[in-house]
Nanobody, 124 residues
Framework: QVQLVESGGGPVPAGESLRLSCVAS????????AGWFRQGPENGREFLAL????????LYGASTKGRFAISRDNTKDTIYLQMNDLDPEYRAIYYC?????????????????WGRGTQVSVSE
């Protein structure tokens, strides 16, 4: 059974940083592209970043504004999202789904496995 567990979210003041983690189990992890998405209370799932199965390439959405960095440690089956200089617009639930095919995609509909997410709240 495939399981993804996101962690590392929480309440932070504006300007601070967070490092989100996502541990995968029950899957041939390296064969899957991984992404990070966020979903606010009134929005759909928004693409933030993706990383190739082997970690050889990355792609970022415009809303990350150069403040985020995605990485993965395939020895630990873990994906990370380093988020710096946060502001209140980043308040959302953050997800790290996996998609078949190592390349990854911006389209959330093409991701097969999703975790429950981790909540990020940023205060003024």
């Amino acid at each position: 059974q495939v399981q993804l567990v996101e962690s590392g979210g929480g309440p932070v003041p504006a300007g601070e940083s967070l490092r989100l983690s996502c541990v995968a189990s029950g899957i041939a992890y390296i064969s899957y592209g991984a992404g990070w998405f966020r979903q606010g209370p009134e929005n759909g799932r928004e693409f933030l970043a993706l990383i190739h199965g082997k970690g050889v390439s990355t792609l970022y959405g415009a809303s990350t504004k150069g403040r985020f960095a995605i990485s993965r440690d395939n020895t630990k089956d873990t994906i990370y999202l380093q988020m710096n200089d946060l502001d209140p617009e980043y308040r959302a639930i953050y997800y790290c789904p996996l998609t078949p095919g190592a390349t990854g995609t911006r389209d959330p509909k093409l991701y097969r496995y999703w975790g429950r997410g981790t909540q990020v709240s940023v205060s003024e």
